[in-house]
Structures are given as C-alpha cells and as structure tokens.
C-alpha cells in the first residue's frame, strides 16, 4: 500500500511538473521564438545556441551547474529564499526552474520553425490595414502556427516526463515533493522490484505514445482543413 501511493504521488508530482512547465515555456517560448525568428544581428547564433545547448550538455551536467546556482549561497539562490521563505535546491520549485531550461529547446525550436514557414507577408499585409502590432501577433500569427504550438507543447510535455538525471541533481529523491516517476521507477530497479519497474516504465510509454499520437492526428487534420 505504500509503494503503491508513493508511486501515485510520483506520478501526479510527474505531471503536474510536465504540465506547469508546459505552460511556462509557452509564455515564455512564444515570444522568444518570434523574437529570434526576426532578429537577424550578428549575435543570432549565439543566442540560437544558448537556447539549444540542453539538447547536447548531459543533464548531470547541466543539473550540476543549476545545483550550484541555486544553492542558498549564490545571490540567487539566496534572492529566491529571502524571497519565498524556501530554498531551491531539493524543492519542487527548484525542479521546476530546472525543467525550463532543460526543456526550454523542445518549445522554442518548433515555435521558431512554425514563425519561419509562415513568413512576413501576413502580419505585413494587416499592418497596412492599420492593425496594431499585438492584436496581430494575438489574432492573426498565432492562430496561424497552432500546428507549432500544438507541438511545441506536446513535446516540451512529453521530454518533462522522462526528466531523470537533472531532477535527481537538484531536487534529490524526496517522496511528494522531488520524486517523479524516472526516479521512482529507478529506486525499484535497486530494489529488484521488477514488477512495479514494469508497471512504472508503461505508464510513461503510454503516455508518450498517446501524446504523439495526438500530436501527429491532430496536425494532419488540421492541415488537412485548410487544404480543403
């Protein structure tokens, strides 16, 4: 009985950190996207690396310098505790920090992607009828790439779930406040508890499974309707 809710605490704990990360990157993608996508200074480049460097630092790397950065000692780790009364190392809050940047290429990419095909001509177009320049991003460009954002979510989603290494860096192992599924998954493989190892490694491949599904069924059709 208590494996079975310390493994329900992980689960929710999982999704409730893919789902808040998710909508962060969102805020945050959205306009870092379509910022990048028509900033073409010198320092392009090294902004595009910044934001893609998660894909190729090793999360124990990456976890490790984040560690260091959170921790009370730092500035601003010390700015967040006098701010909030916690600590981010080995808080939730801290892993959540931690998720948006290390899933922060996931959303951005795909955004930057979709800003890109769709071009200039649009947004040119309303502005010489006058339209001011958010009520065109809002009600004309981002209707426009909803198959990007649809897949810059599910995505951003779907890496957020399997985050094993740099959670374990900063948040440790603690049950319903750190512990996410990968970890708890791995905690019954020291165990040898195969069969909860089993049960733990389905659940995350249904819902990657699922949440691609989704995402290719639902950009075909969408697709498909403006073809049509």
């Given at each position: ?6 493994d329900a ?92 940047i290390y ?72 049950p319903g ?52």
């Amino acid at each position: 009985m208590t494996d079975w809710f310390s493994d329900a605490q992980a689960l929710w704990l999982t999704i409730k950190l893919a789902g808040l990360t998710v909508i962060l990157l969102l805020f945050i993608g959205i306009p870092l996207a379509w910022w990048l996508t028509k900033y073409q200074g010198k320092l392009k480049p090294i902004f595009e690396a910044l934001v893609a460097l998660p894909l190729v630092l090793p999360p124990t790397v990456l976890g490790f310098y984040l560690l260091v950065a959170f921790s009370p000692d730092t500035w601003f780790g010390s700015f967040w505790l006098s701010l909030t009364g916690e600590q981010l190392v080995f808080s939730f809050s801290g892993i959540l920090l931690g998720s948006l940047i290390y899933s922060l290429p996931f959303v951005v990419q795909p955004l930057m992607v979709g800003f890109s095909q769709l071009g200039h001509q649009y947004d040119q177009v309303a502005s010489s009828l006058g339209v001011p320049p958010l009520k065109r991003f809002v009600f004309l460009i981002l209707p426009l790439i909803k198959p990007s954002i649809i897949s810059a979510a599910t995505l951003g989603f779907a890496h957020t779930l399997g985050e094993f290494g740099l959670v374990l860096m900063i948040g440790g192992n603690i049950p319903g406040e750190t512990q996410v599924l990968s970890i708890a998954l791995y905690n019954h493989v020291e165990m040898l508890s195969y069969d909860k190892v089993h049960n733990l490694a389905l659940v995350l491949l249904c819902f990657s499974f699922v949440s691609l599904t989704l995402l290719y069924k639902f950009n075909k059709s969408f697709y498909t309707l403006n073809k049509s």
